[in-house]
């Protein structure tokens, strides 16, 4: 059992570059969900899915797009890359519903000089 | 919208010494509460889940408290070592599913 799995972890971007972060878990969790955490600000939501084919969006979703085409996949895209989005993303899923205990990946570490 | 504090934002005990940690959140109207660790550089490590249900759980030196109604949950760590150093998250799941976080305390047990 991987758990959650995120790709890459560390990556450099120039403003404007578009690039996607790859989300995966093997526990056929219903929910998933992507975070951006920054210095004193804690963790903030990005996206959130319900299950495939259905996203929604967090506290901070402009500047990214995601899809949910299978269980397993949750991909974050970031359509054009602005300094601002100089972050550490993690990406989570639980069961559905609100009682079950979440669960993250390793993160992400993105910088956009 | 829910919002969620952690108190006091750093705080440096010796080593042996028992560690509270704060939590006070907004809307009392929660799913559970979720306690993690992170350490520099790395991701979350689940600590301990609380129902909405629970006055508390444990699991070895750690002990959560829950109370619901007045918006505060509290993390024991008894007879601190220097491994507990990291930073510890409080995170509770609202009646729209979602997650909020605390921005974290930040723990350094001395030796």
């Known amino acids: 059992n991987a758990g959650v799995t995120q790709t890459p972890k560390f990556q450099v971007l120039k403003t404007g570059q578009s690039m996607t972060l790859q989300c995966a878990q093997d526990m056929n969790h219903e929910y998933m969900s992507w975070y951006r955490q920054d210095p004193g600000m804690g963790l903030r939501l990005i996206h959130y899915s319900v299950g495939a084919g259905i996203t929604d969006q967090g506290e901070v979703p402009n500047g990214y797009n995601v899809s949910r085409s299978t269980t397993e996949d949750f991909p974050l895209r970031l359509l054009s890359a602005a300094p601002s989005q100089t972050s550490v993303y993690f990406c989570?899923?639980?069961?559905?519903?609100?009682?079950?205990?979440?669960?993250f990946g390793p993160g992400t570490r993105l910088t956009v000089t | 919208k829910q919002e969620v504090t952690q108190i006091p934002a750093a705080l440096s005990v010796p080593e042996g010494e028992n560690l509270v940690l704060n939590c006070s959140f907004t809307d009392s109207a929660i799913y559970n509460l979720q306690w993690f660790r992170q350490d520099p550089g790395k991701g979350l490590t689940s600590l301990l889940l609380?129902?909405?249900?629970?006055r508390e759980q444990t699991s070895g030196r750690l002990n959560a408290s829950l109370d619901k109604s007045s918006g505060r949950s509290t993390l024991y760590i008894a007879a601190s070592q220097p491994g507990d150093s990291a930073t510890y998250l409080c995170?509770?799941?609202?009646?729209?599913?979602?997650?909020?976080f605390g921005a974290g305390t930040t723990v350094t047990v001395r030796a």
């Open positions: 609380i129902q909405s249900s629970q």
């Open positions: 989570a899923s639980r069961r559905g519903g609100g009682s079950y205990e979440q669960y």
């Open positions: 995170a509770v799941v609202s009646n729209d599913y979602k997650l909020s």
